[in-house]
């Protein structure tokens, strides 16, 4: 509609009063809020002593994450990447494999990828998730694949493509069903990187169920927060097994006697993280809630405006709005660093999509398909204020 020529010449300062008339005053882009037991929580954990890698926090939390994700195992790490890294690890990833990863992501995805000795092979998104794109994702790898010996081989550098990693970009989930069903057909584990997807659920089943494994991140910034935390997910008992151990330091259990068998990484979280992560969850439904009606009432705010439109989640899908999200018509692509400074200028704390990971140095040569669409995404969206409470429910 935007196009018509009906509708007026855009002007960035709407997009400012329409953000003003939803959140009112200056915002950040994401804060944590602890209104909960955080404090009762880690106060516990500093007088009994408790606070390292051992402890009840760091079990209870990740028996209330297998409940309220439904994902049958869970185990806590120091952050995301070393979730990301693990399931990775744990999935088969090593030195000169290619694994596909989306373009548009955060650098920790391709980060996790390059720790494993493993080139990322960039994939292109699809608008209406801004996650990978299922169908272009076959063609790619049906054009540029070739079995050989059990193995999906990358005809044009002769590497392995060893997994596909997925990302909910912004909470928003992919079209799991169909990036599964490519991922079988093409021999290639699934990994989730759901790190900013933590009460999402797609088709009514939480994100992190439908990959091999699943990394979600608990930084200060996503949804709910233990300071740094992650959990690697899994339906699989043996791989929940060896997920423990390989971020255990690979340990073997004994009494007295400290032995390991393999390569092992420290990478369990701190039970005093823990334990604000327990009060941080027993708040995620209503958390999850304040951010569906943040979401809410930006959609109204900007359902008039011409020129700019409000993202909202894919029919399959109900989504946590982690970080909200504006994109501008083509046609006004061209403002977007205008509105960045006025946004900013005005308080209201807004930032563009990532540089796109196909586009930084150490990943420039590396191999992709035609990323056209996450190029076009990464032009014309912005990210604007998310923090949940903004608004009032009433
Ligand atoms: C936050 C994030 C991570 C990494 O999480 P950390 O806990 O910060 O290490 C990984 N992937 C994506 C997409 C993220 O947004």
């Given at each position: 509609m935007g196009a018509t020529g009906l509708i007026q010449a855009f002007d960035p300062r709407c997009v400012v009063d329409a953000i003003s008339r939803v959140v009112g005053g200056p915002a950040a882009l994401h804060e944590p809020r602890f209104v909960g037991r955080e404090w009762d929580y880690v106060k516990e954990c500093i007088d009994t002593g408790w606070?390292?890698?051992?402890?009840?926090f760091v079990e209870r939390f990740e028996d209330m994450l297998v409940e309220q994700t439904g994902v049958g195992h869970a185990i806590a790490v120091v952050n995301g990447t070393a979730a990301l890294h693990s399931c990775l690890m744990l999935v088969g990833v090593g030195q000169d494999d290619e694994v596909v990863i989306p373009a548009l992501t955060f650098a920790a995805t391709a980060a996790a990828v390059a720790y494993c000795g493993a080139i990322p092979h960039f994939a292109d998104s699809c608008p209406n998730t801004l996650g990978l794109d299922p169908a272009k994702l076959d063609a790619w790898l049906s054009d540029v694949g070739r079995r050989q010996d059990g193995k999906l081989v990358n005809r044009l550098t002769e590497r392995r493509i060893a997994a596909v990693v997925c990302m909910h970009t912004y909470g928003h989930p992919v079209d799991l069903d169909a990036l599964v069903e490519v991922c079988n057909r093409h021999g290639l584990p699934l990994v989730e990187d759901a790190a900013e997807s933590l009460g999402t659920t797609y088709k009514g089943r939480h994100t992190?169920?439908?990959?091999?494994v699943s990394a979600v991140s608990f930084n200060g910034n996503k949804i709910v927060t233990t300071g740094g935390g992650g959990v690697i997910l899994t339906n699989d008992p043996d791989l929940a097994r060896r997920a423990k151990h390989l971020t255990t330091t690979a340990k073997l259990p004994h009494r007295w006697e400290f032995s390991h068998d393999m390569v092992g990484y420290n990478y369990r979280m701190p039970n005093i993280n823990a334990a604000l992560g327990c009060a941080q969850l027993e708040r995620l439904p209503e958390i999850v809630e304040a951010k569906r009606l943040l979401a809410a009432r930006y959609d109204q705010a900007f359902?008039?405006?011409?020129?700019v439109r409000f993202f909202t989640e894919p029919g399959f899908a109900r989504s946590n709005y982690w970080l909200n999200v504006i994109l501008l018509d083509r046609a006004q692509a061209d403002k977007r660093d205008t509105l960045l400074e006025m946004l900013n200028d005005a308080g209201y704390m807004s930032r563009p999509a990532w540089v796109l990971m196909s586009r930084l140095p150490p990943y420039a040569e590396g191999p992709r398909m035609d990323v056209s669409v996450a190029e076009d995404i990464y032009d014309r969206l912005i990210n604007i204020p998310s923090s949940p409470f903004l608004v009032d429910p009433r």
């Open positions: 606070i390292s890698t051992a402890g009840k992190g169920n439908y990959g091999v359902a008039g405006l011409g020129g």
